[in-house]
């Protein structure tokens, strides 16, 4: 994507948009130490909302690494559909804030299943590049993510850190041994294949899902219409936000959702929909990435339309 690959220094990504220009309006500072595995998102009163300004917007037009600029190369640019009229959307036990409007999730409501990717092990405040969500699979060591985020074939030394939180990996960082991608992708860097699976190492002889605490299903249906929760890891911080929006058509291939402050890092996130805050469960149905590599703006976020050829890819990493 445009801004949201652009994070730190590693082999993946230059240095580029970081959250300038972010404003934090604060109603209460949000605090607490590092989650357990498989932690749940549960309501608070006072959150911590996130915009941002024209200056972060115009921040974000950092240009790729040349390995990046030449994997992402569109083949073609969808006709964007008439942009949708975005209403509150209603949630449970999620953070209460208006529809599209992001705020950071603090340690005792971000998930476990979601996680940050670095490009080595050396886990450094600041170092992670793109966001990827634990989906369940037999193997129990399967993640998504955004296609421009990873190096297909064995990961190029990428590690998941699971529930990454300030410098911290609490359940562990886990080796990426094995990405699966379109030939779309791999070939011409087709915006529409923007989407990989990957494998990762299992430690001590447990899977990544027993760690976490499962993984979120992979959806093909129509999702239209959807509302969707988002969580990313923003490059320029160590703390998760998460949004709630509604995923609407941007084109045939490809969906469009507006959630303010996803800015460079939060490639790769998993648009849920029907996401349970109780049972922290949905269905992966889209993931940041696709068109200008997920978005040119902080505040607009693409995915490409999960497809039977999507559901393939992960029955190739599945079966592995």
């Not at 993946?12 to 605090?31: C, K």
């Not at 699971?162 to 960082?173: F, K, T, V």
């Not at 030939?183 to 899902?209: I, K, M, P, Y």
Request: net charge negative; proline share 6%; glycine share 12%.
């Amino acid at each position: 994507m445009g801004h949201r690959y652009r994070a730190g220094a590693g082999a993946l990504v230059g240095s580029g948009l970081l959250l300038a220009g972010v404003t934090l309006s604060f109603t209460s500072a949000q605090e607490g130490t590092a989650s357990a595995a498989g932690t749940q998102m549960v309501p608070v009163a006072n959150t911590t909302s996130l915009t941002t300004s024209p200056s972060s917007k115009a921040g974000a037009k950092t240009k790729p690494s040349p390995r990046t600029a030449a994997k992402a190369a569109p083949t073609h640019t969808p006709t964007p559909t008439p942009a949708p009229t975005v209403t509150a959307v209603p949630t449970a036990d999620v953070p209460e804030t208006a529809s599209g409007q992001s705020q950071v999730l603090s340690a005792s409501q971000q998930s476990a299943k979601v996680g940050a990717i670095f490009s080595s092990s050396s886990i450094t405040p600041g170092n992670h590049h793109c966001t990827a969500s634990v989906v369940d699979s037999p193997s129990g060591d399967v993640i998504v993510t955004a296609a421009h985020c990873l190096s297909a074939g064995n990961g190029g030394g990428a590690v998941f850190v699971p529930d990454y939180r300030d410098g911290g990996a609490p359940d562990g960082a886990w080796p990426i041994t094995q990405v699966v991608e379109s030939s779309g992708w791999t070939g011409d860097g087709d915006q529409d294949d923007d989407v990989a699976f990957a494998v990762v190492a299992s430690q001590n002889g447990r899977s990544l899902e027993s760690v976490v605490g499962g993984g979120y299903t992979l959806s093909t249906e129509s999702t239209t219409n959807a509302t969707v929760q988002l969580s990313g890891y923003p490059s320029a911080t160590d703390e998760p936000i998460t949004c709630t929006g509604s995923a609407s058509a941007f084109s045939g291939t490809q969906l469009t959702v507006y959630c303010t402050a996803f800015t460079g890092g939060t490639s790769g996130s998993a648009w849920l929909a029907g996401y349970d805050p109780a049972t922290d469960s949905g269905s992966i149905i889209g993931v940041i990435g696709g068109y200008e590599q997920g978005g040119d703006t902080a505040d607009t976020s693409y995915s490409i339309v999960f497809t039977p050829a999507t559901q393939s890819l992960y029955d190739e990493v599945a079966s592995s």
